[in-house]
């Protein structure tokens, strides 16, 4: 049941939603380029010189040109004109119409919104922004400008699928403020009105159509660090004290409910943590934030340090959207690395050895050539522990790195979670062993309910069930008790102790890591009779069989699984995309209870 207050805050924001599609305002505005509280882009395009970075941005920046634009990990051949309300997968071509009025969650009617709004973001334009910046090339500052009157015509202010969520507003908002900074001195006088206006109309839905009740989540915080940026880049617009006032204070509030004291980020996703993180650091770029916030910030950073790999790959755990806040492009793998890197030099503090082309990615931009010459202070290195609030257990020795979730599914609906617990995935350097599937797709139901299901994960499922019941592609419902038992860690290795208990069946899984193998004990207890109990280790690399129950994983490992099978799977590194992988599955019809031993021997 919705609150009175609730019901006023909707009728108001369809009230003025109404208003700004009928009356939209054309304001006569002013702002300076570049913008003062960002650096300047010609120090930051000398900076970035003729670097690995420079020339890869270069190279995506002529593609794009030539219509062919990245789209999470595909390449969208576009043409000389983006269809910008078309899904480019399936050629649905959604109308113009008022933006209530768009069905965007059907399928059916409008395509996959998430292709759809991935090249709204603009986030392509910024790019060659910047690669106009670095190379002073005109065709890439004026694409961006036919680009943008184009959009213009076909998207006008609250008609059609690009104003349906106030987060691709939120994103497409920041792509042109950066757009602004890069080259809004090279706009003819007409057009820099025309995009000040779009923008202040930008601002105008934002305010209106704040995610408080609807996804108070990372949609709440990116569009409040929009909202926020607005207010404190464009102080001449009307309403940019409210702006600056209103976004700022849900950011640091949602700092405060949201990151845990243990650094993790309450969605329960390894990469929807890596998001927030990345939004967080931007709102602190623009203001002056206290001691707390930037403790915060330096929480978030140490637990993505502990998550990574000695190489900086993030593995997954939960839900993976495809996006990213700031430069989606170039190698998907670094994206932590140029995170954590932009966390370092905010924070003063270096979480993980980056190089000077993950700092160019974000930081540079962000802060400027003058904040890389001074020391940052050292932090120890990671080591293995368990991050109380999140449940997660990491183990690290050496090259080995292993993620082990022993926690709960994420707050209210867990939406960005999966039936994932007391899953445990492994990497040994750069090298995937042991992996989490990914999460493909939100809209496809068979999809969704696969890749977010127990099956696609290193644990156990009972009687054909998952850990939780799914009310909804972005709802969880009978979620399981889960606990962390017990976690020691000394000179002979480490070990953890998890249970998780749903449906009347409890699942008791102990990890001991040590000497280089990793030892698996699962104890399932529950109610009379026959269940179907099924144990499943999805591999990145197809495991050669040894013996019976006994596999090679390459020449990285070594598994052991009493009874079990291989069988072909699907994984995903990026939503929308899928490849082969491998399963060995070991499948038990027993009374209970049943104690299931695995074995993972990493070779020297």
Not at 326 to 346: D, E, H, K, T, W
Request: glycine share 8%; net charge negative; hydrophobic share 40%.
């Amino acid at each position: 049941m919705r609150s009175l207050r609730e019901i006023r805050f909707r009728l108001r924001r369809e009230a003025a939603n109404a208003l700004l599609a009928l009356f939209s305002p054309n304001p006569n505005l002013a702002a300076e380029t570049p913008l003062s509280l960002l650096p300047d882009p010609n120090a930051v395009a000398q900076a970035v010189g003729d670097s690995e970075y420079a020339r890869l941005l270069i190279g995506i920046a002529e593609e794009i040109v030539q219509g062919r634009v990245p789209v999470f990990d595909k390449v969208i051949e576009y043409g000389p004109k983006v269809a910008w309300r078309r899904d480019p997968q399936r050629g649905i071509e959604t109308p113009g119409a008022y933006f209530r009025r768009i069905p965007y969650l059907d399928v059916a009617a409008v395509g996959d919104h998430k292709f759809i709004w991935e090249i709204n973001r603009h986030q392509h334009l910024v790019l060659l922004a910047q690669a106009y910046v670095i190379s002073g090339r005109e065709e890439f500052a004026q694409h961006v400008f036919s680009q943008l009157e184009d959009w213009w015509k076909e998207n006008p202010v609250q008609r059609g699928i690009n104003w349906t969520s106030a987060l691709e507003v939120a994103f497409r908002a920041l792509s042109w403020i950066w757009i602004w900074h890069l080259i809004g001195d090279e706009m003819t006088v007409p057009f820099r009105q025309r995009f000040l206006a779009e923008l202040y109309r930008h601002g105008l839905h934002l305010e209106y159509n704040l995610s408080i009740y609807f996804s108070p989540n990372t949609h709440l915080l990116g569009e409040a660090v929009a909202l926020h940026a607005l207010g404190r880049l464009f102080p001449k617009y009307p309403r940019a004290d409210k702006w600056g006032l209103l976004g700022g204070s849900i950011v640091r509030e949602h700092m405060v409910a949201c990151v845990r004291r243990d650094g993790s980020y309450f969605e329960q996703s390894t990469y929807y943590h890596m998001y927030a993180l990345d939004m967080f650091a931007f709102h602190a770029v623009l203001e002056d934030v206290p001691a707390s916030y930037i403790d915060g910030l330096s929480r978030m950073a140490q637990f993505l340090a502990s998550m990574v790999s000695d190489n900086g790959n993030l593995p997954f755990l939960g839900d993976d959207d495809g996006g990213r806040f700031f430069y989606p492009f170039g190698q998907r793998p670094r994206f932590a690395r140029a995170s954590l890197a932009m966390a370092s030099v905010l924070a003063d503090k270096r979480y993980f050895p980056f190089t000077q082309d993950d700092a160019n990615e974000i930081a540079l931009w962000w802060l400027g050539p003058e904040h890389f010459t001074r020391e940052l202070a050292e932090i120890a290195s990671p080591t293995s522990r368990v991050f109380c609030d999140t449940g997660i257990v990491v183990f690290r020795r050496g090259p080995v790195v292993a993620l082990f979730d022993a926690g709960p599914f994420g707050s209210g609906s867990a939406g960005h979670s999966h039936s994932d617990t007391l899953s445990l995935v492994v990497s040994v350097d750069d090298q995937e062993v042991a992996i989490d599937s990914g999460a493909f797709s939100y809209m496809d139901p068979e999809s969704r309910s696969i890749f977010r299901g127990s099956a696609a994960h290193n644990t156990v499922r009972i009687d054909g069930s998952d850990q939780g019941a799914a009310g909804g592609p972005f709802r969880w419902t009978q979620k399981p008790e889960v606990k962390l038992l017990e976690f020691t860690s000394d000179m002979r290795g480490d070990q953890a102790v998890a249970i998780c208990c749903y449906r009347g069946f409890t699942h008791a899984r102990t990890v001991d890591f040590g000497k280089g193998e990793f030892s698996i004990v699962d104890q399932i207890e529950g109610s009379a009779g026959e269940h179907d109990i099924e144990k499943f280790w999805h591999f990145a690399i197809e495991p050669g069989e040894l013996s019976p129950g006994k596999w090679a994983i390459g020449d990285i490992a070594e598994f052991t699984a009493e009874g079990g099978v291989v069988e072909p799977s699907w994984r995903s590194r990026c939503f929308g995309s899928k490849e082969p992988a491998w399963t060995v599955a070991v499948r038990r019809r027993s009374t209970l209870p049943l104690t299931l031993h695995t074995r993972l021997r990493i070779k020297s």
